[in-house]
T-cell receptor
Framework: DAGVTQSPTHLIKTRGQQVTLRCSPKSGHDTVSWYQQALGQGPQFIFQYYEEEERQRGNFPDRFSGHQFPNYSSELNVNALLLGDSALYLC????????????FGSGTQLSVL | GESVGLHLPTLSVQEGDNSIINCAYSNSASDYFIWYKQESGKGPQFIIDIRSNMDKRQGQRVTVLLNKTVKHLSLQIAATQPGDSAVYFCAETIYNQGGKLIFGQGTELSVKP
């Protein structure tokens, strides 16, 4: 049973660039949430996608956007990258848009230079 | 904003001892709580969860206690092993409101052989 998979594992970008991160949820899950984890901090909720719509959003600017596809996979896009966007980006999946037993992927480590 | 806080940033125990990691939460509307373990370079790994209609829940070598009166959560690990060394996060949410977990900063558990 495949868990949550994310790609790429590592990424280096420069300020002002745009980045797209990808996530495939755990088999059987239909809901994807994205989190940002700065070094030494707990993950911060970015947004959640369920039924191909953004259902909830955390306190992140519009530079952060996402998409969910019919196969439940998801993308996170960040435009106009800032140095402060350097972090581990985590994808979590669950079922039916509820929070029960969110399972996380290993994340994408984004470095902005 | 509201957040989940952890009392101790670091905890060092001897192998074989029991470990207790504490957590305080501030949102009285939260009704679902999850403990995660995060090893270096990996995403958070689900350990155990508890709904607010319960005071205690046991898993394999782990027990979560919930005290709603004082908004306190704890994770007990029995017979701590070197493989338990990691950062532990508690997270809170409202069960039916999707995947928006609020994480604390984490407690680093170090197990001495």
């Amino acid at each position: 049973d495949a868990g949550v998979t994310q790609s790429p594992t590592h990424l280096i970008k420069t300020r002002g660039q745009q980045v797209t991160l990808r996530c495939s949820p755990k088999s059987g899950h239909d809901t994807v949430s994205w989190y940002q984890q700065a070094l030494g901090q707990g993950p911060q909720f970015i947004f959640q996608y369920y039924e191909e719509e953004e259902r909830q959003r955390g306190n992140f600017p519009d530079r952060f956007s996402g998409h969910q596809f019919p196969n439940y996979s998801s993308e996170l896009n960040v435009n106009a990258l800032l140095l402060g966007d350097s972090a581990l980006y985590l994808c979590a999946s669950s079922l039916r848009g509820i929070a029960e037993k969110l399972f996380f992927g290993s994340g994408t480590q984004l470095s902005v230079l | 904003g509201e957040s989940v806080g952890l009392h101790l940033p670091t905890l060092s125990v001897q192998e074989g001892d029991n470990s207790i990691i504490n957590c305080a939460y501030s949102n009285s509307a939260s009704d679902y709580f999850i403990w995660y373990k995060q090893e270096s370079g990996k995403g958070p790994q689900f350990i155990i969860d508890i709904r607010s209609n319960m005071d205690k829940r046991q898993g394999q070598r782990v027990t979560v206690l919930l005290n709603k009166t004082v908004k306190h959560l704890s994770l007990q690990i029995a017979a701590t092993q070197p493989g338990d060394s990691a950062v532990y996060f508690c997270a809170e949410t409202i069960y039916n409101q999707g995947g928006k977990l609020i994480f604390g900063q984490g407690t680093e558990l170090s197990v001495k052989p």
